[in-house]
């Protein structure tokens, strides 16, 4: 019988800074939705790059929940991006996306307990730079179907066991 992944749901952000919080919102409310588990943690952070080593280790998959800005899409749009897709990027849309690949790379060469599986998902947002603890009137409209969304990606990726799961590259 499979064994059960080990997931952690993390949202990062500033709430300080508009839209840029949403991915600390969103795992806010997830909290709300879904079971309390061994196997499925919910956390937040304002860290990034390398700092977020020590939230990861000993998970096998986490999911990053975080406020991008690319103007290609519409607000709420949920961008679902696998960390091995971040390499080569010239600049991150997010500070908090720079340095996952090499997070991962590190955190194997140092033999640590590091996730099998990583992925991304953000957020596009309207106003991720203006102080301001509000959201935009374009995101606090559609943030209940932000919600939604990424509990339909949370819950059909959790359903997946470690026999299912795709090593990360780095």
Known sequence: MPETIKTLILGLGNTLIRDDGVGIRVVRELKNHLPSSDNLHIEESSLFGLALIDLILGYDRVI???????????????????????????????????????????????????????????????????????????LKEVFPRIVHRILEIINKTQSRTVDDSVPVNT
């Open 64 to 138: 990053i929940l975080d406020a991008v800005k690319t103007g290609a899409h519409p607000v709420g749009y949920v961008h679902e991006v696998g960390v091995e897709e971040l390499k080569g990027l010239p600049a991150a849309p997010s500070p908090h996306y720079t340095g996952l690949p090499s997070l991962l790379r590190l955190s194997r060469e140092l033999k640590l307990d590091a996730p099998t599986q990583m992925q991304v998902l953000g957020i596009e947002v309207a106003d991720p730079y203006s102080f301001g603890e509000e959201f935009t009137p374009e």
